[in-house]
């Protein structure tokens, strides 16, 4: 079966033999050829097999964009093993939970980039995460804790695994292996491990090629690497394609544009806030942004058109498209041939061997094109499930194998889908998933809160942030609620606003009506 795939671990010295020469990745004044960067992916693969990583193992990752990160990509997949990307915005308790989670044998991070300490930070949750009982070693990139290895220790010790051994453990890799647990926030709580495969490399190959990518690509990579839309849109792409990649730690708008200048960028990726505040920053400080080719801006939602709109002239054309983490990056995605309407007023068109259908909202049956109702998917993209969470998958698929998104959206004439919003209740700030039942929960431990609802309130640049209402028997400031998080959630999922009423409007049955909540939120902020 492997014969009619491309698997993860092979997509660098697939590169190497096709583009050997050629500039694979520029980070800060580094450079390597594509030859180069799979030279490097294997030297890191032969230190995890030096480490012990058995075949099926789990890899937690937890770094900043980094080069590191891209060998790590690759070279965990390559030896059979399963990536677990960390969200770098994680703190102590969010990591605790998913690396236990996700029985991670082995994590590997970074001790600190700019004013982030993440050493620092497992060092708080050591003691949960040893408590777990699945994790044996701790890879430091940088000044190394107590009681971890350092990344230069696992990869000299890797020179003592042979080019063989490297070979025969690749050799057994299948497609229907674990590629990643990639962690997205649920309607339940905690973050939940949406298991792939390696059968979505087909689908970002196909869509490298929808949207005419090729060698001569100088993709601009600052978009989070733990994410699959950096993961497949920008890494992937490059290497998939023979391009190459400018690395960024962290978005910065303009340190993006100054490198698209320097460097002939030909690609650009985002939301609607990374594309808002790339036109902010060109709009104070012009850049010969002429190069440009071509980039991709997930549109279709009535607050991401103005963006969408202004971005064709003052950069390149953009397709749109639709994916979760449950599907991969993108299972729907427009055309560079499509009309301008097409591109920034919907979310594409199904990709190849992805199906779409709109069902009624209340009843299930199928709805017509043009009827809006409740998105399902279907096809070789969609996750196998959630890791250890049997109930929560048999929640979101059918008997069929249709997988329930969450969303609200419609089907045009056309063929084009158009995102309108989430029937599950659930907040999408700046691109990231906040799950309120997981904040709620995290805030009712705070002495004094009897109540508690996290809504989402509208907001310019990240569409929406998370608000909470609060119900509470005693004297309490807002600050002291919001201290209770910070340091300990990531920062996207604590409130920016706290707002005391007396009690919760609620249902006949007693839910609380929190899109009564959303328009009070509207009146008193």
Known sequence: ???????????????????????????????????????????????????????????????????????????????????????????????????????????????????????????????????????EAIVMLGEHLPDTIGWDSMIESGKSVSTEALATRAGAVTVEDRMMLAYTSGTTGHPKGVVHSHKPVRNTAERAMLLGHSKNDVHMSYLPLFHAYGFSEVAMMAALTGGSQVLFDVFDPDEVLDAVEKENGTVLHGFDSHWADLTRAQKLQARDVSSLRVGTLPAGMESTVPVA???????????????????????????????????????????????FQIRDLDDGRELQ??????????????????????????????????????????????????????????LKVGGENVSPAEVEGYLLNVEGIEEIAVVGYPDDRLVEVPVAFVVASSQLSGDEILERCRGKIASFKIPRHVIFIDEMPTTPSGKIRKVELREWAKTRL
């Open 1 to 135: 079966m492997n014969a009619d795939w491309l698997l993860m671990g092979d997509i660098p010295a697939r590169a190497a033999r096709l583009w050997g020469d050629d500039l694979a990745l520029a980070f800060r004044e580094q450079r390597w050829t594509h030859r180069q960067f799979a030279e490097d992916v294997d030297r890191v693969a032969k230190g995890l097999l030096a480490l012990g990583l058995a075949q099926g193992d789990h890899v937690a990752v937890w770094m900043t964009n980094r080069p590191e990160w891209l060998h790590l990509m690759y070279a965990i997949p390559r030896v059979g093993a399963c990536i677990v990307p960390l969200n770098t915005r994680y703190r102590t308790d969010d990591v605790a939970y998913t690396v236990i989670q996700s029985q991670s044998r082995f994590l590997i991070s970074i001790d600190q980039s700019g004013p982030i300490n993440y050493g620092e930070m497992l060092a708080d949750a050591s003691a949960q995460i040893i408590e777990g009982g699945y994790l």
């Open 309 to 355: 709109r202004e971005v064709q002239d003052l950069f390149c054309p953009t397709t749109s498209g639709f994916g979760m983490s449950e599907t991969w990056a993108f299972i729907a995605s427009s055309h560079l041939s499509d009309s301008l309407e097409q591109r920034v007023e919907a979310s594409g068109y199904p990709m190849y061997g992805i199906e």
């Open 369 to 426: 094109a043009g009827e809006t109702g409740a998105l399902f998917v279907r096809g070789y993209t969609v996750t196998s499930g959630y890791w250890g969470k049997p109930e929560a998958t048999a929640e979101v698929f059918d008997a069929d194998g249709w997988l329930d998104t969450g969303d609200v959206a419609s089907i045009r004439p056309d063929g084009h889908v158009v995102f309108v919003g989430r029937h599950k209740d659930m």
